[in-house]
């Protein structure tokens, strides 16, 4: 066997925060004004070297750059294209320059100032990665800035590195963005892509210029279901920018789904190498016999980008083999940009017994590359023995304890639909009112409360044993005070405990439930500065002891107020895990729901009449083909109800979603059957009702006022206003008032004083009915 491929082995993007964090960390000392730009500058250097030199060590024949941010790749998409909505020139700059942009232009766009709202921010397809939302109109004037990529290129090219500079491609890039306020109606971003490619072929021409032989074009939104018009778009910005004479080699790369329909679009244009993804979806069926793939190279994602199993390597060299009759040529690769998953899990030495050998993270992931590029191009023998240990990982995972526990899997196969059924909304808001007795606009928060320096101290000397468990308690209770009194002072209705004991609403589950495995390194980037650890997900799920009750139950000794058990839903605590793949999800998220099943009975038990159970991510799992959502969001709506369903009609079931176009999933909203549902809305000024309200949604809801993402803190006014837009679509006694999310990430000062100005828009809005 022998393949040749002028790309050869390559991932699509890898890591970018720092294996300890190191990004995350200066940006914080930077915002904080406690380092200067020439730290944070060293940092990110550091960062991209690290980047630079492992891919290069770990065999790849081409290394993607400018796949670094400072905070986010679509914002730097913006910058480069020159998107900057107008509001932004009212910054005063910093004068610290990123790549030759000002940083303090750059991190208002993300993050907000003063009276300069920051873009809105919403999930990257169906990952759990958040981008900043482009705004566009008929009047931005796009103008190339090319300072970052061509930086990072000559960084690589200086180091000796076959680099090839990766920008999110036009059509993916106003696909994701958003009509600018003042735009006229029915306007679509779309529209403007001939003059958006326009720049896209200045771009290449200066690369060229560079020196630059491949650039790869990321073009998720093509595996979408486009219609025929974005299509030919498609086909025409790349017929445009393929023609362009002397310009460096093209790699379109889509991911995340089979591109479907866009596949003939594309190789039907002179570009010259399309990156599918086979990991989900794409066959050599989907590809042999597409006109114009012949002449074509295809980077095949053969190894997972979102996940952590390892590739059981010889059963995917058998799916790869079938396509090197398909192209012109054969390269390898990882399904997409290896952001979404850690760094190197030979660090991970706690790890459940057997575990770590059925786990790879991206530096593991670069080796499967080049083993299956090795494999194509001089045959299997040429990775005997790497084959081998893939053989043993793959045989020997059912064997891991913990995989199968029959006790649960005997009670869920006696669930019938009776466990899922609650009575009728009307009979349970009668009930809730007798008992609770709230004013119209009811205020509350999300869950969450500052997470200051001293409560992750606890935390950290509670693992390393310098303090016991009653010290313990005792630090978190007197936090959990503080809060309470912090939320009685500023007038909330319904309060929580603030969740002092969380490091994060699924890690601290996860760790609390058999099945899962908590890692020690495995941070990936959320957004921003923003990181999470994912739990491995990798077992039968089993509660063994009630989680959050005593907890809740001391906050509730504190106040006279009603106060919300707070717990994350089974589809979020799929999301934001890396899951099992070796049964259905569906099952999965089911032994999910009966451990929080169990646990809300025992809340419900313990007195606390209000339970919150939040599914932030039920938008973000919905399948990116219409032909699959059906059956995604039937198990996802079960498991909650399944979740939810075993309390008494007078004890009132909450919800929350966020960071979600909420259009395409209304009906599975209004199915999860709950009492009061919050939505992140802010920085959509209340543009999400709209969906649910013409939709029907029967429930109450709480559409966030204001934006926990952001340091600013919104004016009575401000709030009055987005209540006044949000009264225009929900009844007064079907609205209540809370935050967008919840305040883990701000400061004491900036909550206290949000939440002030909250309660203070919502007497005023009670005053004027």
Not at 263 to 291: F, Q, S
Not at 348 to 357: A, F, I, N
Not at 427 to 435: F, G, H, N, V, W
Not at 533 to 549: E, M, N
């Amino acid at each position: 066997m022998t393949t040749e491929s002028p790309i050869g082995a390559t991932v699509l993007g890898y890591p970018r925060i720092g294996r300890d964090r190191e990004l995350k960390r200066a940006l914080e000392a930077y915002w904080a004004g406690d380092e200067d730009a020439t730290h944070l500058h060293a940092v990110a250097e550091a960062t991209r070297i690290d980047a630079l030199d492992t891919m290069t060590a770990g065999g790849l024949d081409s290394v993607p750059v400018n796949t670094f941010s400072w905070y986010d790749h679509i914002l730097d998409t913006s910058v480069l294209v020159g998107a900057t909505p107008e509001r932004f020139a009212a910054v005063e700059p910093s004068g610290d320059l990123l790549a030759g942009f000002d940083a303090a232009t750059y991190f208002a766009m993300a993050r907000g100032v003063a009276d300069v709202p920051p873009l809105e921010m919403t999930k990257w397809f169906d990952t759990n990665y958040h981008y900043l939302v482009p705004e566009i109109s008929p009047d931005t004037v796009f103008a190339l800035r090319a300072d970052k990529p061509l930086q990072e290129y000559a960084e690589a090219s200086a180091r000796g590195v076959n680099a090839r500079p990766v920008v999110v491609g036009p059509l993916t890039f106003l696909r994701l963005a958003k009509a600018a306020d003042g735009a006229p109606a029915g306007f679509d971003p779309l529209d403007r892509l001939d003059d958006l490619v326009g720049v896209y072929a200045e771009l290449l021409s200066v690369f060229a210029e560079a020196g630059v032989e491949w650039v790869q074009l990321d073009e998720p939104a093509a595996v979408l279901d486009l219609d025929p018009e974005e299509l030919s778009r498609l086909q025409r910005a790349y017929e445009r920018l393929g023609a362009i004479e002397g310009r460096p080699k093209l790699l379109v790369s889509t991911y995340f789904a089979d591109p479907a329909g866009a596949l003939p679009a594309l190789a039907a244009t002179p570009i010259d190498a399309i990156g599918i993804d086979i990991v989900r979806g794409t066959t050599v069926a989907g590809v042999a016999g597409v006109p114009g793939i012949a002449d074509k190279t295809l980077v095949l994602g053969a190894v997972d980008g979102r996940n952590v199993w390892r590739t059981d390597l010889r059963r995917r060299l058998g799916e790869l083999v079938p396509f090197l009759g398909a192209a012109g040529a054969i390269a390898v690769g990882t399904s997409c940009s290896l952001l979404h998953v850690p760094y190197d899990v030979e660090r991970e030495t706690g790890l459940p017994e057997g575990l770590r050998e059925s786990l790879a993270f991206a530096d593991q992931k670069i080796a499967e590359v080049v083993a299956l590029q090795r494999a194509l191009t001089h045959g299997a023998d040429a990775v005997r023995a790497t084959l081998d240990t893939s053989d043993r990982a793959a045989a020997g995972r059912a064997s891991i304890p913990g995989v199968r526990d029959e006790a649960v899997r005997q009670r869920l196969a006696l669930v019938d639909t009776e466990q899922r059924q609650r009575p009728a909304r009307a009979e349970r808001a009668t009930a809730q009112a007798e008992r609770f007795d709230l004013p119209a606009l009811p205020t509350t928060t999300i869950g969450s409360f500052p997470q200051t320096a001293g409560v992750r101290a606890a935390r950290a000397q509670l693992r390393a044993g310098t303090i016991g468990d009653d010290e313990y308690v005792k630090r978190m209770h007197a936090e959990i005070r503080r809060v309470i009194d912090l939320q009685e002072r500023v007038g909330l209705d319904v309060l929580v405990h603030g969740e002092p004991e969380r490091n994060d609403m699924v890690q601290y589950f996860a760790e609390r439930l058999a099945g899962y495995a908590a890692t020690t390194f495995g941070w990936v980037q959320s957004y921003g500065s923003r990181c999470v650890r994912p739990p491995i997900l990798y077992g039968d799920v089993v509660r063994r002891d009630p989680i959050t009750v005593g907890w809740t139950q001391y906050a509730s000794a504190c106040t006279t107020k009603p106060v919300k058990g707070m717990l994350t839903g089974p589809v979020t605590m799929l999301a934001w895990s890396f899951v099992r793949d070796d049964q259905p999800r569906s099952v999965t998220a089911d032994q999910v729901a009966l451990a929080l099943r169990d646990e809300v009975a025992d809340l419900e038990h313990a007195g606390v009449g209000i339970v919150q159970v939040d599914e932030p991510a039920l938008r973000e799992l919905l399948p990116l083909h219409v032909r699959d959502r059906k059956a995604y969001l039937s198990w996802a709506v079960d498991a909650f109800r399944l979740a939810t369903s075993g309390v008494a009609t007078s004890t009132q079931i909450h919800t929350h979603l966020c960071y979600s176009e909420f259009g395409d999933i209304v009906e599975a909203i209004d199915g999860l059957d709950a009492d009061v549902t919050s939505i992140e809305a802010a920085r959509s000024r209340m543009e999400v009702l709209g969906d649910l309200t013409a939709r029907g949604f029967g429930g109450k809801v709480g559409p966030g006022v204001y934006d926990i993402h952001s340091p600013r803190v919104p004016e009575v006014a401000e709030v009055s206003a987005l209540l006044t837009a949000a009264l225009d679509s929900v009844p007064v006694d079907g609205l209540w008032v809370n935050p967008d999310c919840g305040l883990k990430t701000r400061t004491y000062p900036e909550v206290e004083a949000a939440l002030t100005n909250l309660v203070a828009a919502a007497r005023r809005a009670r005053d004027a009915l």
